[in-house]
């Protein structure tokens, strides 16, 4: 780095007489801001006036050989050097800062200091003690090595501060990095494990987001629908539109559903009544044709009133007849005596239902 002195020009020879002398300006370099002019004169090193107006017809300026540009502005300046560790494969390096300003810039331009940093790493190499402090860990315990390595550095500061004539230079802090190969292999597993948060992150909130979702749904389409809205996501003549054309076709829907529902029922009761009816008129058929007495009338009547009023084929009424079928007599095969040695009076019906079984 180019510091303090920034850089260093040699000036040539000014003929003539000393009240025609006088050196062109682009002879002298331009200052940047915070940085002086320092001439030499023969075997003296002079500054400039600073904030005078340069002037080339200065006697500094004619009688200079050369002229050095030196920074006068405080600097942060840093400084490494190699520790060793409890491994030959590894080591530690130590990266200390110091504060540095130039207060005397004839000094500075004399010993024509252009990189601070030369010093100051000689000054760190000089404590021969601090490889002894760092030796005894491992590379991955490099906190603890920090925490050694700033109490020795401030220690020795202290005791033997830093010197570089014509400047004021002070220890700032001391800071201890492991080497590239660790520190590759740190970033490396902060990567993968930043990786899989990223990774466990997103599935957390896709899972959240999907356990919303669910539960959105199950409030209902007309939620769902109010949730879009809001969101702006969805129009709400279109939602309108959806729910009136939904309820057409639920009214639709039920009204077939009522039709063919009355329509069953109604099948139903109509082919119950026909077998309600078949069943009497084949009752009545094999009651007409016993000849057993039957009040015929009162059977017809009821046919009537279950079949609705009408007649069934092949039957009929007789006005002023009481009954169709007269009492004959009895059959003489229906005609015998009990089990119990009885007459059955009645012509062969049976009294109990015993006399079911023979």
Not at 195 to 209: C, H, K, P, V, Y
Request: proline share 5%.
């Amino acid at each position: 780095m180019n510091y303090p002195v920034i850089a260093e020009h040699i000036l040539a020879t000014v003929q003539g007489a000393w009240w025609s002398r006088r050196r062109r300006r682009d002879d002298v370099p331009q200052l940047p801001p915070g940085a002086v002019h320092v001439f030499r004169v023969g075997g003296n090193y002079r500054q400039f006036p600073e904030g005078m107006v340069f002037d080339p017809s200065h006697p500094d300026v004619l009688d200079a050989s050369s002229v050095s540009l030196v920074d006068t502005r405080a600097r942060l300046v840093d400084v490494e050097r190699m520790l060793p560790s409890v491994s030959e494969a590894d080591n530690f390096t130590v990266r200390a800062s110091f504060t540095c300003q130039v207060t005397d810039p004839t000094v500075i331009a004399r010993q024509g200091i252009i990189d601070v940093t030369v010093p100051l790493r000689a000054y760190l190499m000089g404590d021969g003690d601090l490889p002894r402090v760092s030796a005894g860990y491992r590379v991955e315990e490099v906190n603890a090595v920090r925490t050694e390595v700033g109490h020795r550095m401030t220690a020795y500061s202290t005791i033997v501060p830093p010197r570089v004539a014509g400047m004021n230079v002070e220890f700032v802090s001391a800071e201890v990095h492991a080497s590239d190969d660790l520190r590759d292999w740190e970033q490396k597993l902060r990567d993968e494990r930043r990786s899989r948060e990223l990774q466990r992150g997103q599935r957390d909130f896709e899972t959240q987001a999907a356990h919303q979702i669910a539960e959105l749904f199950s409030q209902g389409s007309d939620h769902v629908d109010a949730f879009g809205i809001a969101r702006k996501e969805i129009d709400v003549t279109e939602v309108a539109a959806r729910i009136h054309r939904n309820t057409e076709e639920e009214s639709v829907r039920r009204h077939k559903a009522e039709t063919a529902e009355r329509d069953h029922a109604q099948s139903l009761e109509t082919t119950a009544a026909q077998v309600r009816r078949e069943v009497l008129l084949t009752l009545l058929r094999q009651m007409g044709g016993s000849e057993y007495g039957v009040d015929y009338h009162q059977v017809l009547d009821q046919v009537l009133r279950e079949t609705g009023g009408q007649a069934a084929p092949g039957l009929g009424t007789t006005t002023g007849t009481t009954r169709m079928v007269e009492p004959g007599p009895a059959r003489p095969s229906r005609t015998k005596t009990g089990r119990d040695g009885s007459y059955d009076p009645q012509g062969g019906f049976v009294k109990d239902e015993d006399d079911l079984v023979d």
